[in-house]
C-alpha cells in the first residue's frame, strides 16, 4: 500500500494536502479498510473552526462509527456535499474524489508526519 507523498498524515489516520490558501483533509487508505464498507459521512457547516485534535465530523460504516479529527487548527471553507449521496467513494478514492473538507489553515502543521513517517505508523499498528 502507497501513500501519497504530496500529503501529510496524523497518528489518526486523516490526510491533509497543505496549502497556505486552501487546504484539503480526507481519511487515509488505511483508515478506510479499517472501517469496512461506508455508509454515512458527516462533516461540518462551512465556517466552523476547529483546533488541532478536535472533532469535525464522523464516517459511518458498516462496523463501526469513527470520529475524524482535526490535522491543524483550521476554518472550513468548503464541505463535499457529494459524500452525502455518494459515501462509498471514501471506499473507491480516498485521495481523490472522497476528500472531506476544503479548510483555511490557522495553523502550520509541523508535528504532521510524512508519507514514510505514516507508513512506518501503521506497520507497527498491524503488528
Known sequence: ???????KYTKDHEWIQMD????LIGITQYAQ???GDVVFVDLPEVGSTFKSGGVFGTVES???VSDLFSPIDLEVTEVNAELKDHPEWV???PYGKA???KVKPLSS????MSAAEYEKLIASESH
Open 109 to 112: 502543521g509541523t508535528d504532521l
Open 62 to 64: 458498516v462496523k463501526t
Open 91 to 93: 471506499n473507491e478514492d
Open 99 to 101: 476528500w472531506m473538507i
Open 20 to 23: 497556505d490558501a486552501q487546504s
Open 1 to 7: 500500500m502507497s501513500y501519497p507523498p504530496n500529503l
Open 33 to 35: 479498510e479499517a472501517l
